[in-house]
């Protein structure tokens, strides 16, 4: 069982940055790939990036590649998303995610046993 915190969200105008952290219970926390995903209203779920339990190995969808950063430091059991040059269509609530799976299709919400509860991040123009 893995219990999923994210932190960090806020209000920032376009062109800012701002970093979200995810916070993880368990003592097996390097044994998870994590991904984030976020949530605009009135549209599904979409995959954001996800990152190996390592650490090695990165993936983002394409709408932020060059843009945001997933990284982890496994001795806190945390993950993080840098977000920079934020547009107004970035405007979600982002989830924090864990999957035992590393060969299962990462950009897909089926992949993720456990999610977090979500932070807001609104970019205004």
């Known amino acids: 069982q893995v219990q999923l915190v994210e932190s960090g969200g806020g209000l920032v105008q376009a062109g800012d940055s701002l970093r979200l952290s995810c916070a993880a219970s368990?003592?097996?926390?390097?044994?998870?790939?994590m991904g984030w995903f976020r949530q605009a209203p009135g549209k599904e779920r979409e995959f954001v990036a996800a990152?190996?339990?390592?650490?090695?190995?990165?993936y983002y969808a394409d709408p932020v590649k060059g843009r945001f950063t997933i990284s982890r430091d496994n001795a806190k059991s945390t993950v993080y998303l840098q977000m920079n040059s934020l547009k107004p269509e970035n405007t979600a609530v982002y989830y924090c995610?864990?999957?035992?799976?590393?060969?299962?299709?990462?950009?897909?919400?089926?992949?993720?046993?456990?999610w977090g509860q979500g932070t807001q991040v609104t970019v205004s123009s």
């Open positions: 995610a864990a999957t035992i799976y590393t060969t299962y299709p990462l950009a897909t919400t089926e992949a993720y046993a456990y």
């Open positions: 368990g003592r097996t926390f390097n044994q998870y790939t």
């Open positions: 990152i190996s339990g390592n650490g090695v190995n990165t």
